[in-house]
Nanobody
Framework: QVQLVESGGGSVQAGGSLRLSCVASGSVSNYCLGWFRQARLSHKRERVGIANGNGNIAYADSVRGRFTISKERASNTLRLQMNSLKPEDTGMYYC??????????????????WGQGTQVTVSS
């Protein structure tokens, strides 16, 4: 059973930066790994970006060019570098993991393992 623990959230002014980390309890080298977020008053969780087992990363349009996802295999860590933050980036940020299938990553809403989240607040 993979356990995921996020850290690095906090409060920052618009235009600032934060770096989030997600540490997995075991090897996730053949997993699809992603960052997701949910605004406080929203029931909808949205994709920030997903990395497959080969390290290919797909970002949401809303964060492309500002956010960077990286994988550190040696430490089983997934990071999210967030620059040029905007108030609309505020929310709870979650990482998730799922074994990569032969055809690629499953729909992220079906991902098996989720962390507890870390709060990011961006003030204007």
């Amino acid at each position: 059973q993979v356990q995921l623990v996020e850290s690095g959230g906090g409060s920052v002014q618009a235009g600032g930066s934060l770096r989030l980390s997600c540490v997995a309890s075991g090897s996730v080298s053949n997993y699809c790994l992603g960052w997701f977020r949910q605004a406080r008053l929203s029931h909808k969780r949205e994709r920030v970006g997903i990395a497959n087992g080969n390290g290919n990363i797909a970002y949401a349009d809303s964060v492309r060019g500002r956010f960077t996802i990286s994988k550190e295999r040696a430490s089983n860590t997934l990071r999210l570098q967030m620059n040029s933050l905007k108030p609309e980036d505020t929310g709870m940020y979650y990482c998730a993991a799922d074994v990569e299938q032969l055809y690629g990553c499953r729909e992220w809403t079906d991902y098996e393992h989720w962390g507890q989240g870390t709060q990011v607040t961006v003030s204007s």
